[in-house]
């Protein structure tokens, strides 16, 4: 249906005349200045995300799983972010932690003697990551965490005894047992990542201009507030290519594992 | 791990840990003190303790008429469930204990209907329910929510019930159980976990689905993620009353989220990670 919408002349705001448009609706998407930014945007949110979540996952997946007191409850804080709902994470950040005036980040700064800073309006795009990226964080934690906790013991300690070192023992151990999990985190990630939505909605409303518009959210748009549905549809395919090229990679991954 | 650890080390461990924990949780702990200031604490600069007031919650309970969001969203997660166990149940089972040749390409043309973004079906939905009267009705957004995480529940079912072993089917028929015995009596006990562990996952996805909710609702079907993402613009709703706000739209899910860290791993992984 996305794609029989994809080439037709279809405008809510006046719904008698529907005609045929053919490529046009790609052809429109293609040279919307936005369309351009927002795939950017949306890659930039895409791997940011990612090289956070990942590398701030193993480090604290290496972290708790050292002998430590009061583990449990650890990592019932670190998981925690994971099942506040988007548009409520959203919320906090934008007035409780990066508010210019009232947030902490503000009464950081200015107890440091600096100017506070404006998140939303200077950096809408790194501000959006900071909020996914403390969203998903828990789930790579959760994650690498389970792989961390399935390696060898005694692999480990015999690696010890032929005189490794920490950062061998990290790098030739560690890293190839977690490689798939890995793997996993990024590929799901990306799924998610790929259709970040009401954390734009609820900040910034993808702007200012377009400065954090992503691809679901140009979409939505297009849809919902231009009512132009023949361009939205067409958006949808687009997106649908993107997250297919991905998802052929997890099907595999997945696929794999079920014999 | 039996090596023995120093204390001293030990020790260095755990406050990084800790701080490294804290740090993480600390926009929901501050929430949650905010909620329990007053106004006029909660806007006047970093303080971590709050007059211990219930007057937010209080207020956003009667003026913003919260409980028919909540109560939205309890009939959405719990309603979305139980259909999708209804289907996903029956499914599973003939999956898992009469599997064809076909049975793991079925499966993943199902798991790979959840990697489309749902941005890309956007436009025929929201027509559909546009024509169909089913915008903004309970009914339709369970519906949708029963739908976009069916694939997971299935396939979460279809493992759990995998492990469970033939050979005791096989032991009870010996026994002279009938088909309505093994289902009852063998059957059903070891399925529960499985079945518990998959709801529990489900209610929470379901709880904090925001695009469909936002998409398909204004004001009458609307649930807690709607209904919090329309304070966007601070207008009506201050500080501390959308913090209490916040914490009643999170504290369920936080709680159930903290007993079903292993399930939570399995169900989002599809199983690729154990």
Redesign the interface.
């Known amino acids: 249906?996305?794609l029989y919408?994809s080439f037709l002349n279809y405008n809510l705001l006046n719904p008698a005349s529907i005609s045929w448009a053919g490529w046009f609706n790609y052809q429109y998407f293609y040279t919307d200045p936005a369309f351009f930014d927002a795939i950017w945007n949306t890659l930039a949110l895409v791997l940011g995300v990612l090289a956070i979540t990942v590398i701030g996952g193993i480090a604290?997946a290496l972290?708790?799983d050292?002998?430590?007191?009061?583990?449990g409850?650890?990592?019932?804080?670190?998981?925690?972010?994971?099942?506040?709902?988007?548009?409520?994470?959203?919320?906090?950040?934008?007035?409780?932690?990066m508010h210019p005036s009232?947030g902490?980040f503000a009464?950081?700064s200015r107890a440091l003697g600096l100017q506070p800073v404006d998140w939303f309006a200077q950096y809408p795009l790194t501000s959006i990551i900071i909020i996914v990226a403390?969203q998903w964080?828990?789930?790579a934690t959760?994650?690498l965490l389970?792989?961390l906790q399935?390696l060898d013991?005694e692999q480990m300690?015999a690696a010890e005894m032929d005189g490794a070192g920490a950062v061998s023992r990290f790098i030739h151990l560690t890293l190839p047992h977690m490689a798939?999990?890995i793997t996993?985190v990024v590929l799901?990630q990306t799924?998610f990542l790929?259709?970040i939505?009401?954390e734009i909605?609820?900040?910034t409303?993808g702007g200012p201009g377009n400065a954090s518009t992503n691809?679901?959210y140009l979409?939505?748009r297009a849809?919902?507030l231009n009512f132009d549905?023949g361009g939205?549809?067409a958006?949808?395919?687009i997106?649908?290519i993107?997250?297919?090229i991905?998802?052929f990679f997890?099907?595999r991954?997945?696929?794999k594992?079920?014999d | 791990?039996?090596?023995a650890?120093n204390t001293r080390t030990?020790?260095g461990?755990?406050v990084?840990?800790?701080i490294?924990?804290?740090v993480?949780?600390f926009?929901?702990l501050?929430?949650i003190i905010?909620s329990l200031k007053t106004e006029q604490e909660?806007?006047s600069?970093?303080n971590l303790i709050p007059s211990f007031t219930l007057s937010s919650f209080e207020a956003v309970q009667t003026q913003n008429n919260y409980w028919k969001p909540f109560t939205n969203s309890v009939i959405l997660a719990v309603g979305s469930t139980i259909l999708a166990l209804i289907v996903a149940i029956p499914a599973a089972w003939a999956m898992a204990f009469s599997p064809t040749k076909n049975t793991?390409n079925i499966?993943?043309w199902m798991?790979?209907t959840k990697?489309?973004?749902?941005?890309?079906?956007?436009?025929?939905i929201?027509?559909i329910f546009l024509r169909t009267g089913l915008m903004d009705t309970r009914i339709g957004l369970t519906v949708m929510l029963m739908l976009i995480n069916l694939p997971i529940v299935v396939w979460m079912l279809y493992t759990y019930f995998r492990e469970i072993p033939g050979e005791i089917l096989e032991a009870a028929r010996m026994d002279g159980a009938g088909l309505r015995d093994e289902i009852l009596y063998v059957l059903t006990p070891m399925a529960i976990p499985g079945i518990a562990s998959t709801m529990l996952l489900n209610v929470?996805l379901a709880?904090?689905e925001?695009?469909w909710t936002?998409?398909l609702t204004t004001t009458n079907a609307a649930p807690?993620?709607?209904f919090?993402?329309s304070?966007?613009s601070?207008q009506g709703l201050f500080?501390a009353k959308?913090?209490a706000a916040?914490v009643m739209?999170?504290a369920p899910?936080?709680i159930?989220?903290?007993f079903s860290?292993k399930q939570?791993?399995r169900g989002?992984?599809?199983?690729?990670?154990?």
Do not use: C, H
Not at chain 1, 66 to 71: A, C, D, R, Y
Not at chain 2, 268 to 274: E, I, R
């Open positions: 249906m996305t919408y604290i972290l708790i050292k002998p430590i007191f009061g583990q409850i650890v990592r019932i804080l670190i998981i925690s972010p994971f099942f506040v709902m988007p548009p409520v994470a959203a919320l906090i950040w934008k007035n409780m932690i009232y902490v009464d950081i403390w964080l828990p789930f959760l994650i389970t792989a399935s013991g300690e798939r999990a996993v799901i799924i790929l259709g939505y009401a909605l609820v900040t409303n691809l679901t979409i939505y849809a919902r549905i939205a549809a958006g949808g395919i997106a649908v993107l997250a297919n991905v998802a997890l099907m991954a997945v696929g594992n079920l | 791990m039996a090596r650890v030990k020790v461990y755990t990084a840990a800790w490294v924990a804290l993480i949780f926009p929901i501050y929430t905010t909660a806007i600069g970093f793991k499966l993943m798991l790979s990697m489309m973004p749902a941005v890309a079906v956007l436009v025929p929201y027509l929470i709880w904090n925001a695009f936002i998409q807690l993620s709607a919090i993402a304070f966007s601070p500080w959308l913090s916040s739209a999170i899910i936080l159930m989220g903290w860290q939570l791993v989002l992984t599809f199983g690729a990670v154990k």
